[in-house]
Structures are given as C-alpha cells and as structure tokens.
C-alpha cells in the first residue's frame, strides 16, 4: 500500500557533502510531515530534521547549520542535502511520513551513511 524508497546513501569523507532523497508512493493520500531519522551504531534512533507540509523545519542540535531539509510535494519527495560531514554522522538513514489524517507513520527501509575519518 505504502512505500518509501531512499537513496543517496554511500560512503563519503569528513568535511564532504551528501544528498539523501526519499520518494513517498502508494495510498497515503495526504501528508503532514517528511523527515529523516539516523541510527548509528549502539545508538538509539534520533531525529535528524523534520519539515511540515506548510514549510516549517525542525532540526537536531547536531546537524543544524550543516544539513538542509527540503521537499518536494508535488512529486511526494524529501530530501536531506549533507555538509560538512562528521565521522558522528556516521549511521542508518531513515525516511519518515507522517499522513495528515490520524497521524499514521510510514518509515522507509534506510540507506547507509558512512564518514570516514
């Protein structure tokens, strides 16, 4: 019914950039929030950034002033534009959409983000 596709994910070194994009596909119908997750390892899955269908953003202490979250809602696609990567943001990304009706998740399967030292 509902699907959510990553890509973009791979191996990069510190200080570089990375563009993770997620495609939302299937009977959702309409949705509220977009946003990424991580998950690095032995660590419990955090919030990355999150955008509301109206344009607000919010963002984890650890990445703000250095990722970027965007979409777009024509074609149900959220991005996630990385720079000047950390060893730290190291980890499993995973895309996250909130319906706007009941507040139903949906999470995709993550792509991995590697930043060497």
């Known amino acids: 019914q509902v699907q959510l596709v990553e890509s973009g994910g791979g191996l990069v070194q510190t200080g570089g950039s990375l563009r993770l994009s997620c495609v939302a596909s299937g009977s959702i119908f309409s949705i509220n929030t977009m946003g990424w997750y991580r998950q690095a390892p032995g660590k419990q899955r955090e919030l990355v950034a999150t955008?509301?269908?109206?344009?607000?953003?919010n963002y984890s202490n650890s990445v703000k002033g250095r990722f970027t979250i965007s979409r777009d809602n024509a074609k149900s696609t959220v991005y996630l534009q990385m720079a000047s990567v950390k060893p730290e943001d190291t980890g499993v990304y995973y895309c996250n959409v909130v319906s706007a009706w009941k507040s139903r998740e949906y999470w995709g399967q993550g792509t991995q983000v590697t930043v060497s030292s």
């Open positions: 955008m509301t269908s109206g344009g607000t953003t």
